[in-house]
């Protein structure tokens, strides 16, 4: 499988002290951090998805559980009106992050905050980068969120970028959350407590595109 590039310091910082202990016959020392090294390469993976292709989906951006799925609440939204879907990941999930809609980019923001349990109400406060996309004249946000673990995210696109759905665009290191800001009309199909599979787990449906 396939392991992202973000890995491999981690990999090799436990790696290499694991081979040096071993080379000196410190079993016992060596394999604490021979497991710390299959950990890690275990959370940088980044499997292949098969991302679906009927016009109209909104797939999900990361592995993970459906914390929240409805109306958006305006004190941690953007600004208008949207509906909202919320993924946490625990430091077992695939973490690579995906576009949950294709279309352009037209701003990413970065924001500096807390490292609060991403699970809780209070972690709207937290480290963010936020990925604005053009879809079609409409607008989708999604967020890559920090929690008490994540603490520091991985962000691969730029503004004026042309995005598949499914793309990979980052990673976010160590437990987070996915934030996805959608038009009023979208159907959501999805609930809280759902599992997702990033790039491959359809989270709703866009009418306007539906029409088309």
Known sequence: MKIDRA???????????????????????????????????????????????????????????VMYAGPSDSRWSPPGAWKQITIFLSPLDVHMNRTPVDGQVTRVEYRAGKFLPAYKEAANDNELNEVWLDHGGRTIVFRQVVGILARRIVCRVKEGQVLERGERIGLMKFGSRMDVFLPTDATLVVSAGDRAVGGETVLAMLENDRAR
């Open 7 to 65: 890995g491999f310091p981690f990999i090799a910082a436990a790696v290499v002290p694991a081979l040096l202990l071993a080379s000196l016959r410190r079993y016992a020392l060596a394999a604490p951090f021979a497991a710390l090294g299959g950990f890690m390469a275990f959370f940088f993976r980044d499997p292949e998805r098969q991302v679906p292709q009927a016009s109209g989906l909104v797939v999900a951006p990361a592995d993970g559980r």
